[in-house]
């Protein structure tokens, strides 16, 4: 059964840092795996996907890693801002029949807040 | 993005009522929908997979008489709470998949929130 753990379960940074939240699960067969924003009491937002063949992928200030065979994945951001304050979730697709299966599994989520 | 639309964003009820969520896909059909429940401080934890035409396919130890999902549309999915009871309380979150691009992206959206008194 796939799980996925994510570390820290809350930081708090002082802004203008970079930081990195972790990812990690225990079955390597995954299609694919991805990190989103949640705002409280709101829904997700995707932020970066990176598919099983892939080892990271970036949008703006944010970096995503992916080392399949150790069941990890990180999530960068550059030079923090207070807007970046949220829950940031981790969720892996696992591999399924020809292709993907359709459950995303998720993580419980790094609660990151950034001082101004 | 893709963007899904729920409804109501927050639905406070009495015990043993009953709560429709509607789910939308505003800008692409959605053949297939998700339902999830996150509790505070808790993953999102997948509740039932609805397909459009067909019925839902449930996850494990999720009741389908209580939780009834119906996919009536390529854009529209419901989930409705029955005899709702406060263990109920939780927040809903519903995602649909986009067919379009060959990553088959799941896209969320804003969740309800539902409080059983």
């Known amino acids: 059964k796939q799980e996925v753990t994510q570390i820290p379960a809350a930081l708090s940074v002082p802004e203008g840092e970079n930081l990195v939240l972790n990812c990690s699960f225990t079955d390597s067969a995954i299609y694919n795996l991805q990190w989103f924003r949640q705002d409280p009491g709101k829904g997700l937002t995707s932020l970066l996907l990176?598919?099983?063949?892939?080892r990271e992928q970036t949008s703006g200030r944010l970096n995503a890693s992916l080392d399949k065979s150790s069941g990890r994945s990180t999530l960068y951001i550059a030079a923090s801002q207070p807007g970046d304050s949220a829950t940031y979730l981790c969720?892996?697709?696992?591999?399924?029949?020809?292709?993907?299966?359709?459950?995303?599994?998720f993580g419980k989520g790094t609660k990151l807040t950034v001082n101004p | 993005g893709a963007v899904v639309s729920q409804h109501p964003s927050r639905v406070i009820c009495k015990s043993g009522t009953s709560v429709k969520i509607e789910c939308r896909s505003l800008?692409?059909?959605?053949?297939?929908m998700f339902w999830y429940r996150q509790f505070p401080k808790q993953s999102l934890m997948l509740m039932a997979t609805?397909?459009?035409?067909?019925?839902?396919?449930?996850e494990q130890g999720v009741e389908k008489d209580k939780f009834l999902i119906n996919h009536a549309s390529l854009t529209l999915s419901t989930l409705t709470v029955t005899s709702a009871h406060p263990e109920d309380s939780s927040f809903y979150i519903c995602?649909?998949?986009?067919?379009?691009?060959?990553?088959?992206?799941?896209?969320f959206g804003p969740g309800t929130r539902l409080l059983v008194l």
């Open positions: 609805s397909n459009e035409g067909s019925k839902a396919t449930y």
């Open positions: 995602s649909a998949r986009d067919p379009r691009g060959w990553q088959e992206t799941q896209y």
């Open positions: 990176i598919q099983s063949s892939q």
């Open positions: 800008d692409f059909q959605a053949t297939t």
């Open positions: 969720a892996v697709r696992p591999e399924g029949f020809q292709g993907g299966s359709e459950k995303l599994v």
